[in-house]
């Protein structure tokens, strides 16, 4: 379990902070915010595949092999069901935030987005290793 943790430390703390963000943080109503049109749903974007973004990396950087399993559970499939479970605590556990599935939509798309740049960035290291 150490081990897990000395992997993926920044994943973790992103994964903290998406939580923390979702669920204890001041709701979008009490921030004076510009008037950008679906602001909220670029947030969730950016967030989901950020987190994923920095799994792939760290995914990448502590193996020598791509197990397509395991990160498509871990860096795609996890973190979508994570937005899904935060988007159903706000709706039915809090009173200061509001559940949408609109949200779990940026969410998905953010972590797919992630997948495609952690493939991008499998290949390229790939490459610069068989060029080596």
């Not at 998406?18 to 974007?45: A, C, G, M, Q, R």
């Not at 987190?51 to 502590?62: A, N, P």
């Not at 605590?89 to 949408?100: D, F, I, L, M, P």
């Not at 599935?101 to 992630?114: I, K």
Request: net charge positive.
């Amino acid at each position: 379990m150490i081990r897990f943790f000395k992997k993926y430390p920044l994943s973790l703390v992103c994964l903290a902070l998406v939580w923390y963000l979702s669920i204890w943080f001041l709701p979008p109503d009490y921030i004076e915010l510009p008037s950008i049109n679906f602001l909220d749903k670029w947030t969730h974007f950016v967030m989901y595949g950020g987190t994923c973004s920095v799994i792939w990396f760290e995914y990448l950087r502590s193996h020598q092999s791509l197990n397509k399993q395991k990160l498509f559970l871990w860096a795609w499939l996890a973190p979508t069901l994570m937005g899904g479970v935060i988007e159903l605590v706000q709706a039915y556990c809090t009173t200061n935030r509001s559940g949408e599935w609109l949200d779990l939509a940026a969410d998905a798309v953010g972590c797919t987005l992630a997948v495609g740049v952690g493939l991008l960035l499998w290949r390229i290291i790939k490459c610069k290793k068989e060029t080596m």
